[in-house]
């Protein structure tokens, strides 16, 4: 079945700093990959998706890069913020699944004002 | 709409014991999803429901786990004969048939002494 793996598994940045985390994955036909953010004692939020045609996105200081030969893609958080101190998921949904995602073991982030 | 709500919030129980969490999705999302979550991990996918037909379940859904959407809109998870490996938190999201977003509720918190 699918293995998603996600590094670093903690990591620290002073405000204002950039944070990237990565994910790989192992199914090649895979077609859907969001992250989510998780503050404590509440559920994962979605913070921006990308589908398997496009190889970026972004949303404000927030964007992911795809890089589908390689089967891995990544969050780049800009400009950061203290409120930004979370854990991060990434997730992959499998082909032939509309319900199955499968999530990475997460990071956390800290930003140090 | 005040997005996936889940009950109770927290539930601690004794080992053999039966417990049941329910999922109110947000109105009109068709799929509704279960998880659980262990601590320092990604959410695990459970099972998941269009309307009321439950479509997909993963091998950690044991016998002693059952779910259920009898009406297409609420759901229920029972657990029996609680065991202290089923502590965890519980997710349940939903999302538009066809659509890719999954929005979490807070999640049950499951403790089994």
């Known amino acids: 079945g699918e293995n998603v793996e996600q590094h670093p598994s903690t990591l620290s940045v002073q405000e204002g700093d950039s944070a990237v985390i990565k994910c790989t994955y192992s199914?090649?036909?895979?077609?859907?990959f969001p992250w989510y953010k998780q503050e404590l004692g509440k559920g994962p939020q979605l913070i921006i998706d990308?589908?398997?045609?496009?190889g970026e996105k972004k949303d404000q200081r927030i964007a992911v890069t795809l890089n589908k030969t390689a089967k891995h893609f990544s969050l780049h958080i800009t400009e950061t913020q203290p409120e930004d101190s979370a854990v991060y998921f990434c997730a992959v949904r499998t082909p032939g699944s509309q319900g199955n995602l499968i999530f990475g073991k997460g990071t956390k982030l800290s930003v140090k004002p | 709409d005040t997005g996936v709500s889940q009950n109770p919030r927290h539930k601690i129980t004794k080992r053999g014991q039966n417990v049941t969490f329910r999922c109110d999705p947000i109105s009109e999302h068709n799929r509704l999803y279960w998880y659980r979550q262990t601590l320092g991990q990604g959410p695990e996918f459970l099972t998941y429901f269009q309307n009321e037909a439950q479509l997909e379940k993963s091998r950690l859904l044991s016998d002693r786990f059952s779910a259920e959407r009898p009406k297409g809109s609420f759901s229920t998870l029972e657990i029996q004969r609680t065991e202290q490996g089923d502590s965890a938190m519980y997710l349940c999201?939903?999302?538009?048939?066809?659509?890719?977003?999954?929005?979490f509720g807070a999640g049950t918190r499951l403790s089994v002494l």
């Open positions: 990308i589908r398997s045609n496009v």
């Open positions: 199914d090649s036909a895979s077609n859907y």
């Open positions: 999201a939903s999302s538009f048939q066809g659509g890719n977003i999954q929005y």
